[in-house]
């Protein structure tokens, strides 16, 4: 009978998933998914709310003063679901194992910085982080939290009504609420501000995108937690895993576009399974 860890079908048995990643160099890619147990939404799947409304892209960023008005009213109300999350029980499982030796890497296509709050400082953040804000005429990097007193500095207590938030941090908003915001600019040469996040029409780096290929690249398995592959950015390294013979598993409720490349998909909830994953691994150091 076949070891189910190299059966197509979905499995719940972690038992074999544990054998793999003891003494194991594991790359974890983890997507949206990961998050929804810290209420942040995901964009799609059984645990999470699809997107409403389409995403701001950067080419209508950039090109529109309106379109900005419109994402920081948005963002300014949505921030509040993002700055009060905290790890869960994945975060801070995968950080044990991070901690213990066995996973050698961890790339993330989320924004909510949730890795690195759990202790995973040198998590590769695919898509950047909301928590930090970039000029984009001189370059320079501030401090979300900061941007945050200062818009609401300019529009009120009453512009963070605290509607629900997306992973992105957008927020659906009335068009009244969008009209009359005020935007703020960069306080070192005045110009436009952007969060420091990979949008829509917007590439990933190439530095961080080769980066990302060599950590996937020097390691033995890699274990997608929480995403749906549905874009390229997180794709490409399940294609390269694959191509290159590291075995791939996905720990994803609901299907994926990368399942036929995995040797194992588990559907079951992240935090419980990876908490549990985490003590049939143990705290010991891999062997040499």
């Given amino acids: 009978m076949a070891d189910p860890v190299t059966s197509a079908p979905p499995s719940a048995d972690l038992r074999p998933l544990a054998r793999l990643v003891a003494g194991r160099g594991v790359v974890v890619l983890s997507g949206a998914g990961l998050s929804t147990e810290s209420g942040i939404p995901d964009y799609r799947g059984e645990t999470g709310s699809r997107r409403r409304g ?6 209508e960023f950039t090109g529109s ?30 950080e044990r194992l991070r901690r213990s030796g066995h996973v050698s890497a961890v790339i993330t296509q989320n924004v909510d910085g949730l890795h690195r709050a759990a202790g995973t400082r040198d998590a590769v953040e695919l898509h950047g982080g909301l928590d930090r804000v970039i000029c984009l005429t001189c370059r320079h990097l501030s401090s ?11 529009n009120g207590a009453s512009a963070a009504p ?11 908003l009335p068009d009244e609420a969008v009209a009359g915001f005020r935007v703020a600019p960069c306080l070192e040469c005045g110009g436009v501000l952007k969060p420091d996040v ?5 590439s990933v780096p190439m530095p961080r995108v080769e980066r990302c290929f060599d950590l ?5 398995l890699l274990l997608v937690l929480g995403s749906s592959l549905t874009v390229m950015s997180g794709l490409r390294f399940v294609r390269r895993a694959a191509k290159d013979g590291t075995p791939v598993v996905i720990v994803n ?7 036929e490349l995995a040797a194992a998909r588990i559907g079951l909830p992240l935090g419980p399974a990876l908490t549990e994953l985490a003590d049939l691994v143990g705290e010991s150091a891999p062997p040499a």
Avoid: C, K
């Fill in 162 to 172: 605290g509607a629900d938030s997306q992973a992105d941090g957008d927020a659906v």
């Fill in 144 to 154: 979300r939290a900061e941007l945050d007193r200062r818009l609401t500095e300019l």
């Fill in 198 to 202: 990979v949008f829509f029409g917007e």
């Fill in 216 to 220: 996937v690249a020097a390691g033995q």
């Fill in 253 to 259: 409720q609901g299907p994926t576009r990368g399942d």
């Fill in 65 to 94: 003063e309106a379109a900005r008005r419109r994402y920081w009213a948005r963002s300014h109300a949505g921030w509040r679901t993002i700055a009060r999350a905290e790890p869960n029980a994945g975060h801070r499982a995968v």
């Fill in 54 to 59: 389409a995403p701001m892209t950067y080419q």
